[in-house]
């Protein structure tokens, strides 16, 4: 059986260079069948939970990575974010009535028009928040990342995503391959011609071959890369899940002033749902005065 869900690390043997594949199927259709996205917006959330997982994983961190794209498009906001252990979410803000506009189509331009990309990590309180930020100047979300990595000064990395929906399911497939900052002045040129070859043959997979459920992650590594060696580390399993709970919502309601959140009272009853997971979380009047009590 062929390994699904997972963020695979690997190493060119001849350049050194360092990359991660990503490869999803079900947690993929865990995120998206919490809602009722249209087609066209469910593939583009589906690339920006790639997209999150593939640039989260180039990065140590502990806590929280989040990506979002907002826009001026039928599609305002794609979120999705992912802990340092594997557990990711997403989801998206979209105007029903405009998305005729697209036409189907679903490419960034068209869904989400002019807008940013944004990355952030939250590593709890008091410490720093990396953010990149870049406008939205691609046909997905991938170029506009790479679009990002060629300005940035720090990273430079090459990247390609696919995603597209099966008879079975969505699936989901990246690759990303990182250079860091060389500590020498002069780079030399073999290097540069290592970068430049390696990008070549990742510009060489295809969005099949990237999402192909019966092609395993080292199959397609191997099939790319296997002239200047390959070497594949062990999975790092990713999966679908969510971070809210009745206590976290209680802490947002109980921070908010008393009046505003009784004007949200339907016959007495508050009801707040997740955005991320569709969960609803439900205070009844008695509930409610608890939470002013304490
Ligand atoms: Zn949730």
């Known amino acids: 059986m062929v390994a699904d869900d997972i963020v695979l690390p690997f190493q060119i043997e001849a350049s050194g260079l360092r990359g991660r594949l990503v490869r999803f199927g079900p947690l993929l259709d865990d995120i998206l069948g919490r809602h009722a996205y249209p087609e066209p917006v469910a593939h583009l959330l589906a690339e ?137 002045k002069e780079v030399p040129t073999d290097r540069e011609d290592d970068w430049r070859r390696s990008m070549v043959l990742l510009g060489s997979a295809t969005d ?22 390959v070497r594949v580390f062990a999975p790092q399993p990713m999966r679908f899940s969510c971070r809210c709970s009745r206590e976290r919502v209680t802490a947002m309601l109980s921070s908010l002033p008393r009046a505003e959140v009784e004007s949200l009272a339907v016959d007495g009853r508050v009801e707040v749902d997740c955005e991320f997971c569709n969960t609803r979380y439900v205070f009844d009047e008695d509930q409610l005065a608890a939470l002013y009590a304490a």
């Open 48 to 184: 920006t939970v790639v997209l999150t997982a593939l640039l989260a994983s180039a990065l140590k961190y502990e806590g929280v990575f989040t990506l979002q794209a907002k826009g001026d498009g039928p599609v305002r906001l794609v979120v999705a974010d992912v802990t340092a252990d594997g557990a990711v979410r997403a989801h998206a803000v979209f105007d029903e009535a405009r998305l005729a506009e697209a036409e189907g189509s679903t490419t960034v331009p068209a869904l989400m028009g002019r807008g940013h990309l944004a990355f952030t990590v939250d590593q709890g309180a008091d410490t720093e928040r990396y953010q990149g930020i870049v406008d939205l100047s691609g046909e997905t979300l991938w170029e506009c990342a790479q679009h990002y990595f060629r300005q940035s000064e720090q990273l430079q990395a090459g990247l390609r995503s696919a995603v597209r929906l099966t008879p079975t399911g969505w699936r989901g497939g990246g690759i990303m391959l990182q250079r860091l900052p060389d500590p020498e």
């Open 208 to 229: 099949d071959e990237l999402t192909e459920p019966q092609l395993a992650g080292e199959a397609l590594l191997y099939r790319l890369f296997n002239e200047d060696g």
